[in-house]
């Protein structure tokens, strides 16, 4: 009863979780979020002045601003809105899949990292590329287990499309969005016939051309897709297709065009 | 700044020169759950004392902005910070008593609308009649006896943060502990 002072000492409590976000934010020392539909379900997309920060599924807030505050060392919280030119890309981007030119803040990654990135969001809709593909297209060929991880570090996962880069056996390998299994769970829902890529790739074959145009392609390249199976030629790698005479497609770029 | 890695309050200064922005959050982390409980129970209002901890942070920032390295180095920063959301406290009580109808606030405004687990157990343990007595102190001695009881300054810091001299901010806190003491004997 009279020991006061420890009574007074037990009146210390903690601030209400949302003070220290709210803070930040009024100072422009916090990030903020939305949540938007995805073909997984309700995604977080979180943005800065630069773009998209990050993208995860949506879950319990605290714990998405516990982990975003561990990974950038910045708050993040809750936005009415997106900025509206923001607003149609990612709309766009989660939406239809089109994810060339959406905004990403690539603050914190590395050169190399960002190179994989923007041109893994180059990839079309419904289409794959495999990982040695990019290695080499962004000027480091054999590089290919660092894009894997690059990818496997991609921050805003379906905003830039790092489930459209397979392993060149035809397996998808692994996702960091959920499970995963959410990978094909994608590729199919943007119309990718998978059983039938996986057919393919699983036979060995890379690379189809067309023999009345003699250009060969991606199996998921839109042009490929157009060939029908009368002119439909089979490639195992690009030094059989040029062998045979064939040239890159200058779209997907099966090999430097 | 990176990740989530926390900066003791000793090297904070130094930081807060060389990079106010990555820094700051820091501050704020550090300091605010006592900030905002000395304001709580300096108002006797949540509300209030959410208030004053926004305040008095954005007022800080906004001060750093305008002190030199050398300045912020030199800085102790929690009777600094203190200083600031003292003042606001201070305010927000003349200007309630320029409004009596907003008395100060009685014991029944000062149960949470919604307690927490912790705010049960403090109800349990009397907490709630000793924050009521509290807010019935004058000023002087409620935001001493605050500082140095429920915030955890030293005599010292409670000083510097209330700009008195260490001799009045000890008859302070001495004198609002006995008044405490004399409000809880009545009540029984």
Known sequence: MTDIPARLAALREPAPTHLVPEVLERLGLADRYVTRPSALGPVFVAFTNFGVSRVDLAGDPERFAAAYRQRFGREVVAAVALPPRLA???????????????????????????AVLHLAASIPPGEVRPYGWVAREIGRPGSDRAVGNALAANPVPLVVP?????????????????????????????????????????????????????????????????????????FCSSAEAARAGYRPCRDCRPAAA | MPGGHRIGMGA?????????????PHVVRALIDGVYSGALRMTGSRADAEDVAQEAFLRAYRALGGYSPERIRELRLREWVWAIAANLCRNRERSRRRRPQEALPSQAALADPAPGPEDRALAAAGGEALAAHLARLPWAQRAAVVLRHVTGLSYAEVAVALGRPIGTVKADVHRGLQRLRSLLEEER
């Open chain 1, 88 to 114: 149609a890309a990612v709309d766009r981007a989660l939406g239809e899949g089109r994810t060339r030119g959406v905004p990403v803040d690539r603050a914190g990654l590395s050169e190399f990292q960002a």
């Open chain 1, 162 to 234: 790092c489930h459209r880069v397979v392993r060149a056996d035809g397996r998808f390998g692994r996702y960091s969005l959920g499970a995963d299994a959410n990978k094909r769970l994608l590729l199919e829902a943007e119309g990718l016939e998978v059983e039938e890529y996986e057919a393919l790739a699983g036979r060995g074959v890379r690379y189809l051309g067309s023999d009345t145009t003699g250009i060969y392609c991606h199996p998921t390249c839109r042009h490929a897709r157009r060939i029908t199976a009368k002119h439909r030629v089979e």
């Open chain 2, 12 to 24: 904070l200064p130094a930081a807060l020169a060389a990079d106010r922005d990555a820094a700051f």
